[in-house]
């Protein structure tokens, strides 16, 4: 179910007092690997996004938490998290972010409000596969392909014992209120197809829409545009170059974008059908600025690298040939990498 923030679910209000035009909007990279396996020198892909006292995370990879920490954010500050899909390494410490603050989200007025978890909802069934990888056992074959509710609701479960005992010895909040994961599903027209961008959150601060976009058989898969006073700022999560993502995208102040580089994985193992499924995953770094430059852009910031270790290609390669087709600025991201958007580039 798509949904917008509630502004009467009981709770203590966090929304900044300020005035909207003081609010400073910062994205910090916490992760920027493009894969699930780990490697030296890049944690997993997540972001997060500060809008005043505020923060929003996109995508819980490998090492989020600690990454959340040493940004110098705080757990009470989360507002919610945006899942552009549910491939491992961009869910893979989801139980982190939620269960390991779980207790200092009590402030003085009372528990925080529920973390709120949007992200895709069920496909109903599992896409049909190549016959070659045909397999004989299927995980949960009742539910194959569950929705981000159902995989909170199963961390939860997973979870149960520490979620049940430990109230028994400390000063907990109700664990059932720890989170409130929603499924985003998007309206269709009587012709069947689907109507978006989709509004999933919206506050007087922040407005947040999602688009669907083409990660292979990987369906449905995300894009983020965050609005805010201080700055728009879109996340392609994993994708092909896609149109309706250069729709959402124009104009904003950046765009994160996912990165391949499909002739270093050809030169790597990566041959005839492996090497077209990789191109159906991801957007190579010679067309990325292509999408950038269309959607026009301030800055074009890169993330989730393929290949992702860090000294198989230089941050300075990867930049000089994203460059070559966007004339706004080019960014490598890092682990780490902070930007006000008070201070991206613009035009004159």
Known sequence: MSETRPTDDGYPDRHSTKAEATMATELVLLGTAGAPLPVAGRAGISSALAVDDRVFVIDCGRGSPSAFVDAGLGFTQ???????????????????????????????????????VYGPGSPSSLPAGDAEFQRETTISPEAPVPGTADLVRHILAGYAFDLNVMPLDAHMPDAGQLVRAMDIHFPARADGTLVFPLVVFEDPAVRVSVIPVTHGRVMPAFAYRFDTAGGSIVFSGDTTANE????????????????????????????????????????????VGSV??????????LNHYVPAEPDAITEAEWEE??????????????????RLLANVPRDP
């Not at 950038?292 to 910031?301: K, M, S």
């Open 321 to 338: 040939r994203a460059a070559r087709s966007f004339s706004g600025k080019t960014t490598a991201g890092t682990d780490g990498l902070r």
């Open 244 to 287: 309706d993502l250069i729709a959402l995208a124009e104009g904003a102040d950046i765009l994160v974008h996912c990165v391949a580089d499909l002739a270093y994985l050809g030169r790597h193992g990566f041959t005839g059908a492996a090497l077209h499924r990789m191109a159906a995953l991801h957007t190579d770094v010679n067309d």
């Open 78 to 116: 989360l507002e919610a998290i945006f899942i552009t899909h549910l491939h491992a390494d961009h869910v893979g410490d989801l139980p982190g972010m939620l269960l390991y603050p779980w207790g200092v989200r009590t402030g003085d007025a009372g528990p925080l409000p529920p973390v709120r």
């Open 292 to 301: 950038a430059e269309r959607a026009g852009v301030h800055e074009l910031i």
